[in-house]
Every structure is written in structure tokens, then in C-alpha cells.
């Protein structure tokens, strides 16, 4: 079954840590991208990658890091900077990124304990 | 910069009416439009994508158009079940940013029995 796995679905972070959610894709896409969304402010994206080994800060990365070691995987964490992380975050991937479909992820929640 | 808007925000309806959902953006330079269904707490689905050079896409119920000149798609649900209720968003992506989706607001769709 093709798609986008993310995971945990549930996430709590205390104050001062660092956490990372999982993004891994099977559909042998390029680009993958981490949004996050938030009532009343729809979907803005943090940090974007179109081939391994590089990946490009979104609108809004400040208290975010990435890595895109392997074209399937692209994890995205979030540090102790991040002074509001609670939302829901997305990841997204697409082989054709303006011409072709951005397939999405379940999400995961974090929350703040 | 682009920008995309969606109204109306809410919209209920009594099942088995047929609906038009909107999308406007600002900047008629687009490859692509693409409508996303999310169910409460879940990720995003893919409805339907509109190449810049296309009019209409069709799937099953679902009609989306595109009028680029006037900045304008619609999504048409014909037949509509308690089912289809849903937020759904229009997006469009940025060709020089990774081909990042700049979204809409979303409109939420209850259908009623």
C-alpha cells in the first residue's frame, strides 16, 4: 500500500525538550514538505526538501530543524525554541511539485504538558 | 503574493442537495488547483487537481472548475450525503518556493439527514 506514514499520532513535549516526528513515504516522491496547522490560521509551511540532502526553510522554521537523509524519509523536530508548538502537524510529498499531486500524512497532534 | 480565500466558512445543507463550494486567488499565474477534503482531526485528502490548462475535472460527484482570468474555482457536490461532511480546501502551489501549497481557509460542510 502506497502512501505517507506519520507517526506518533500523539505527541507531548515537556518544557525544554526536543522532539521528533516521523515522516516516511513509499512512493518514491522527491520533494516532501512539513506543514503545521492551527485553528483559525489554516496550513503554513515550515520546512520543505525537493531532493535528499537538502531541504529549504518554509514561512514559518524558527524553533524547527529537518534532515533528508534518505528520499524516503524526511523527520521533522521540534526544539525547545518552538515557544507555541502545540498544532497539528502535516507532511506532504509530491513528485511533480507544481504540476502533480501533494499526497498528505495523517498528522500528528503535539501538545504541551 | 498570492493569496487564496474560500467562502463561504460554514455551509449546511439537508442531504441530497446539490452545492457549490468557492475558491478566489489573487494571483492568476498558477500551474495547478487542487481541492483537498479533511475530516476532524485526520490529514488531508485529495479530491481533484486542475491543470492550469484545464476547465473542469470530474470525479464521481464531485465537478471542480477553473477560471484562471477571473481567479476563481469552484468545487460542484452534487447529490450530497451526510457523508461528504467534511472542511474542504482549495490550494495552489508556488513554483519558485518548492512548489509549496498556499491554502484557503477552508469551508466546512455538514450535511444533514
Known amino acids: 500500500d502506497g502512501g505517507i506514514t506519520q507517526s506518533p499520532k500523539y505527541l507531548f513535549r515537556k518544557e525544554g525538550q526536543n522532539v521528533t516526528l516521523s515522516c516516511e513515504q513509499n512512493?518514491?516522491?522527491?520533494?516532501m514538505y512539513w506543514y503545521r496547522q492551527d485553528p483559525g490560521q489554516g496550513l503554513r509551511l515550515i520546512y520543505y526538501?525537493?531532493?535528499?540532502?537538502?531541504?529549504q526553510k518554509g514561512d514559518i522554521a524558527e524553533g524547527y530543524s529537518v534532515s533528508r537523509e534518505k528520499k524516503e524519509s524526511f523527520p521533522l523536530t521540534v526544539t525547545s525554541a518552538q515557544k507555541n508548538p502545540t498544532a497539528f502537524y502535516l507532511c506532504?510529498?509530491?513528485?511533480?511539485?507544481?504540476?502533480?499531486?501533494?499526497?498528505f500524512g495523517a498528522g500528528t497532534r503535539l501538545s504541551v504538558l | 503574493k498570492q493569496e487564496v480565500t474560500q467562502i463561504p466558512a460554514a455551509l449546511s445543507v439537508p442531504e441530497g442537495e446539490n452545492l457549490v463550494l468557492n475558491c478566489s486567488f489573487t494571483d492568476s499565474a498558477i500551474y495547478n488547483l487542487q481541492w483537498f477534503r479533511q475530516d476532524p482531526g485526520k490529514g488531508l485528502t485529495s479530491l481533484l487537481l486542475?491543470?492550469?490548462?484545464?476547465r473542469e475535472q470530474t470525479s464521481g460527484r464531485l465537478n471542480a472548475s477553473l477560471d484562471k482570468s477571473s481567479g476563481r474555482s469552484t468545487l460542484y457536490i452534487a447529490a450530497s450525503q451526510p457523508g461528504d461532511s467534511a472542511t474542504y480546501l482549495c490550494a495552489v502551489p508556488i513554483y519558485n518556493q518548492g512548489g509549496k501549497l498556499i491554502f484557503g481557509q477552508g469551508t466546512e460542510l455538514s450535511v444533514k439527514p
Open positions: 512512493l518514491n516522491h522527491d520533494a
Open positions: 506532504a510529498s509530491t513528485n511533480g511539485p507544481s504540476k502533480n499531486i501533494q499526497y
Open positions: 526538501s525537493q531532493i535528499v540532502n537538502d531541504f
Open positions: 486542475i491543470q492550469s490548462s484545464q
